[in-house]
């Protein structure tokens, strides 16, 4: 099984992401979702290794026949194109051309106006950054946890972008001084977004069932959850049109029979898993992980 450690470089280069920024201030983005169809198909030829991934997702976890799987892989390419390219129109500022609507929201708006922090569990599925839109407020600092190898420029605009919707990025760094800085915020009474399917340089992990299939899922944020007694939302974002997205949030329970916060952490964990595997049953084509996901 590939590393599942935390991996996530914008590509493009420095021209290129540059050169999107500036169009998607001035475009609206689906003006560029037609380009798509001319550059995803390099990534199915060439990137052989995402492209596996995918089909072996469609294919042997939700059992599609070899060329449903092959139909939507390529269209989920496409798909993850589209949400990049909506990614970058905010960035540029062009964030008015998207409408989020929340199932919910009640459930995030109590802990917002509440006094503890508390923790919104995502995953590489969908558009979480699209959280900023749909939370958009004033009352608690959101922090959103980043990939930390991004170039200068390009992380400053991110940094700008999401300051604007009271967001504070902490970047994921070597020597995991960014598990102090969550630890920090939380105690604060602040937000902490994390995506709950990746490790975070953290090792500590449970095996699930997931997807007819068993996956290693990280649980450092559910034992930091535990010890710390703040809540854990799980939210998934999903694109329904070029132009809406849809939320979906959950309070995830505590255990009263849980003897310790490893035991709470577990908890924890599967119903989350279960609340992944529930959304991505309903919106498979959104499930972003191109790398061999499960252990055999």
């Known amino acids: 099984m590939e590393n599942k450690d935390w991996k996530g470089k914008t590509g493009g280069g420095w ?8 169009f998607l201030a001035k475009v609206r983005v689906v003006c560029l979702y ?16 995402g492209y596996r991934a995918i089909y072996s997702y469609f294919h042997d976890h939700l059992h599609y026949s070899s060329w449903r799987a092959f139909v ?3 269209r989920n390419h496409l798909l993850f194109g589209e949400v990049v390219l909506d990614k970058f129109a905010i960035l540029a500022g062009y964030s008015s ?14 802990y917002l106006d509440g006094e503890s922090g508390f923790i919104i569990a995502s995953a590489h599925f969908g558009n979480l950054e699209m959280a900023g839109l749909s939370i958009r407020q004033e009352k608690k600092r ?26 504070n990025l902490i970047p994921v760094s070597e020597d995991m001084s960014h598990l102090f800085t969550i ?52 939210l998934f974002i999903v694109k329904i049109t070029h132009s809406k997205y849809y939320g979906y949030s959950r309070l995830l329970r505590t255990s009263p029979e849980a003897a310790n916060s490893t035991e709470q952490a577990e908890f924890l ?6 609340e992944l595997e529930a959304i991505v049953r309903q919106y498979p084509l959104q499930w972003f992980n191109y790398y061999q996901f499960w252990k055999s």
Do not use: H, W
């Open 269 to 274: 964990a599967k119903q989350f898993v279960a």
């Open 142 to 167: 959101m922090n959103g946890i980043i990939f930390g190898g991004e170039r200068g420029g390009f992380q400053d605009r991110r940094d700008l972008a999401f300051g604007k919707m009271n967001i």
């Open 15 to 22: 021209f290129g992401q540059n050169f999107l920024l500036m």
């Open 72 to 74: 939507a892989t390529c």
């Open 183 to 234: 630890k920090n915020a939380l105690e604060e009474g602040e937000v902490v977004t994390i995506p709950c399917d990746r490790f975070l340089g953290g090792k500590k992990k449970i095996s699930l069932d997931f997807l007819d299939g068993e996956a290693d899922f990280p649980v450092g944020t559910f034992r930091l959850a535990a010890q710390l007694n703040v809540p854990v939302v799980s």
């Open 34 to 49: 037609p380009v798509l169809y001319l550059v995803i198909p390099f990534y199915l030829i060439f990137a052989r290794k």
């Open 97 to 110: 051309q998207f409408k989020v609507e929340m199932q919910g929201e009640d459930v995030v708006s109590e």
